[in-house]
DNA sequence: AACCAGGGTGATG
DNA sequence: CATCACCATGGT
């Protein structure tokens, strides 16, 4: 049944789900016509918009709703203290303020894995459409929603090699069948990788072909809410050898993942300006 | 240690 | 229509 669901924020610019689910970190949520954005995350399905100083979800989902999205949506946490903070920084501060709705998302760790292995050496558009293929090709459907959920690992180990084709994925499918296999086996733990050392894990994950530091980041950030994580990409690359040639500030070591976000998106749109 | 291929596609001119 | 770049990595 569709009910609706309130996550309260601090305040109202606190979200924005264009920025929020469109600067690189998510790739199934779209805009709709009437205004709303919908999209799959994990194995649920929501439409989601900022109203006033909440985020406002509709969803179907049996239950434990409102904790689902309250998490993946990082309700819990004060973005107006942060972008503060970041905004002693000259850099930031224009970053904060380009994005001021962007926020750090808790994505599903196996979902974020390979789709980050799916972005490799791939644009933002390519990226989603493989990622729309594999789960309309393997997911499991989600009733009600008419949209499908993301492939159980177990299920993408199991296909046969040529099923891989419809995906155009190229060269990263031998690295997809690698991560399905070792998380289907139990070589590699998901879910315990929140208990380990930030270099534990990073190492672990570093065990799949394919997967390397950046990676690995990506997935330790936005899938398991390792927030002192930042990955490198060439945006990143490109914004830290033209604005910290003397090095990321130290003291945003702890949340340095959440502004990389604001980084990442304000690089795009700033620096090749559009 | 520097290059190079991987596959395909959206953006650009 | 040609060219380029793309949230990297592994191989040579």
Redesign the pocket.
Do not use: E, L, T
């Given at each position: 049944m569709l009910h609706r669901v309130r996550l309260p924020l601090a305040a109202a610019g606190d979200f924005d789900p264009a920025q929020t689910l469109d600067?690189?970190?998510a790739f199934r949520f779209t805009p709709t016509a009437d205004g709303w954005w919908e999209g799959v995350a994990g194995q649920r399905y929501c439409k989601v918009r900022g109203q006033g100083a909440a985020i406002e979800v509709d969803c179907f989902c049996g239950g434990g709703c409102a904790a689902h999205w309250g998490d993946y949506f990082d309700a819990g946490r004060d973005y107006g203290t942060l972008k503060q903070e970041y905004s002693t920084d000259p850099v930031l501060e224009k970053a904060v303020r380009h994005g001021a709705g962007i926020r750090l998302l808790h994505q599903d760790t196996w979902e974020t894995l390979c789709s980050?292995i799916i972005?490799?050496?791939?644009?933002?558009?390519?990226?989603k459409?493989i990622i729309r293929t594999l789960c309309d090709s393997f997911g499991p459907p989600i009733p009600g929603s008419g949209m499908r959920g993301f492939p159980a690992p177990e299920t993408l180990a199991a296909l046969p090699v040529d099923s891989w084709d419809v995906l155009?994925a190229?060269?990263?499918?031998?690295y997809l069948r690698d991560a399905a296999e070792k998380v289907s086996r139990g070589q590699l733990d998901l879910a315990g990788l929140r208990a380990l050392p930030l270099e534990d894990a990073r190492q672990a994950l570093?065990q799949i072909?394919?997967?390397?530091?950046?990676?690995?980041d990506?997935t330790l950030l936005f899938g398991c809410a390792r927030m002192e994580c930042f990955?490198r990409?060439?945006?990143?690359k490109r914004v830290l050898a033209e604005y910290y040639p003397g090095g990321f500030p130290e003291r945003f070591a702890g949340t340095a993942g959440i502004a990389q976000?604001y980084l990442?998106h304000y690089g795009?749109g700033a620096l090749v300006e559009?």
């Open positions: 600067c690189g970190q980050f972005s490799q050496n791939n644009h933002i558009a390519r990226i459409g155009r190229g060269f990263r499918v031998k570093m072909y394919g997967v390397g530091p950046k990676v690995a990506c990955p990409d060439v945006w990143i976000q990442f795009r559009k």
